[in-house]
């Protein structure tokens, strides 16, 4: 038997909760929560809703039921401190103390470290604390993207020819984050296709997991505001129809030399996940930024193949043995949509009743839905994923697709993602920067 402290209460934290069930330990799971999500409730022994900032309560809670561990699935959490506070009660997480989740919360940290211990990844770039030279570097750059440093919950970020065009607006955008945050990373802009590796460490060993494309975009065709992310696929043989195994090489090269950067410069060895944001450009692979945390939605790709008992996993990564598994994932392709309010993300409706019909073979994750005596109820964000999960990622729309008709309510989602017209458009940019 083994007791687990769950923290986090998205769809993400529903696949992580599903992963440690189908563990043969015997687990049981704790969860806290800021929010009660249906289906970590149900897969939980116990839960306690509170606020990420109540580390206290979050403590008590794991003490009182005597945790051998916890997987901390939010950044929040984790900028908070919690593996931090839980440590001082010798319960160690899944997910790194506050110092080290820097990797995330600093996009300077991050930058700043890779150019330190000559690792390849960055494009050209300069971290300032005041506009003091903003300028000279602008002129220096092709295209720029400016990132406030620190979270920014996926809003703060402005690239270039997306939300803004002049060199203008760029430095009266770096003087407003600069009233906000310590610093600004100024960089340049790189231009390619995306991808999401997402691997766990335990400081010394990285195991991988297949690589995910999301889409931010709220809209068909990438159109629209930015959001949480609207949905995602994988595909069977754990590479994407525009990767070649080098790309997602380098990538773990990079995410190794990250890991052993991280322990030299800090003496702590990071345990969590190490998600890369990478972009593969005319002159090969690029980071985009790390999470310190899985993805929502990519955990809902990678969790439900794979085939490892995740309980073993987790353990690995805190006593560092990590080196001793062999993780193994299906060879399956996911697709996963996200229905999400109507108005999503600008002006979404709120507190509006979604019933859920039959959603056939696919799977079906809680996010920012309230179980109510009459139903479910949305919030404000996204709020139910459904993944498919086949030989192809076109069976795996279909059936992620099928499953999304059946999510009744003033919701929408992306009908393209995963399909043959949109990979072809993914594969048909990226052949031509390739050539
Ligand atoms: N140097 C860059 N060149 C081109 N696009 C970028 C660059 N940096 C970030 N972006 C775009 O902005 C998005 C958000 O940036 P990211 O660093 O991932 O911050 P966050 O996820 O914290 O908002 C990325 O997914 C990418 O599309
Ligand atoms: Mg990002």
Redesign the pocket.
């Known amino acids: 038997m083994v007791n687990v402290l769950l923290i986090g209460s998205g769809a993400r934290e529903h696949a992580i909760a599903e992963a440690i069930m189908r563990s043969s330990k015997d687990p049981k799971l704790f969860s806290y929560m800021k929010a009660k999500n249906p289906g970590i409730a149900k897969l939980s022994e116990d839960f306690q809703l509170g606020s990420y900032d109540n580390l206290e309560e979050m403590k008590n809670f794991a003490k009182a039921n005597n945790v051998e561990f916890a997987i901390i699935g939010p950044e929040d959490p984790l900028n908070k401190g919690a593996a931090d506070a839980l440590e001082e009660e010798n319960i160690l997480s899944v997910g790194p103390k506050k110092s080290l989740a820097r990797l995330e919360t600093s996009?300077s940290f991050t930058r700043l470290l890779l150019q330190k211990y000559d690792i390849p990844g960055n494009?050209k770039f300069k971290v300032f604390e005041s506009v003091d030279g903003i300028k000279e570097f602008l002129d220096e750059l092709e295209g720029i993207?400016i990132?406030p440093d620190g979270l920014?919950g996926?809003k703060?970020?402005r690239?270039q020819g997306d939300h803004f065009q002049t060199k203008e607006e760029a430095l009266a955008y770096c003087e407003e984050v600069l009233k906000e945050h310590p610093s600004v990373v100024v960089?340049?802009?790189?231009d390619g296709e995306?991808f999401s590796l997402q691997c766990l460490t335990d400081g010394k060993t990285v195991m991988v997991t297949p690589p995910v494309q999301d889409h931010?975009r709220a809209y068909v065709g990438d159109k629209g505001p930015n959001t949480g992310g609207m949905g995602s696929y994988s595909d069977a043989d754990h590479l994407l129809p525009f990767l070649i195994k080098k790309d997602v090489d380098t990538a773990i090269e990079i995410t190794k030399k990250v890991a052993e950067a991280i322990y030299k410069e800090t003496g702590v060895y990071y345990k969590g996940v190490m998600y890369g944001?990478f972009?593969v450009t005319k002159e090969g692979v690029k980071l985009?930024?790390y999470n310190a945390r899985f993805g929502d939605p990519e955990a809902m790709n990678v969790l439900p193949i794979l085939k490892t008992d995740f309980v073993d996993i987790c353990k690995a990564v805190i006593d560092g043995t990590l080196d001793k598994i062999n993780p193994e994932f299906e060879n399956k392709a996911t697709v996963c949509k996200y229905a999400v309010p109507e108005g999503y993300p600008v002006n979404p409706v709120r507190d509006k009743k979604v019933e859920i019909g039959d959603v056939g073979e696919a799977k079906l994750y809680y996010a920012a839905v309230d179980e109510k005596d009459d139903g479910l109820y949305m919030s404000t964000s996204r709020a139910i994923g459904v993944v498919g999960i086949s030989e192809d990622i076109s069976d795996a729309e279909q059936i992620a697709e099928n499953a999304i008709k059946e999510i009744k309510g003033p919701v929408f989602h992306r009908e393209d993602i995963g399909t043959k017209e949109l990979l072809g458009k993914r594969v048909k940019h990226m052949g031509e920067i390739r050539e």
Not at 187 to 190: A, F, M, R
């Open positions: 996009k494009p993207v990132k920014t996926g703060g970020v690239v960089e340049d802009k790189l995306e931010k944001g972009i985009i930024e």
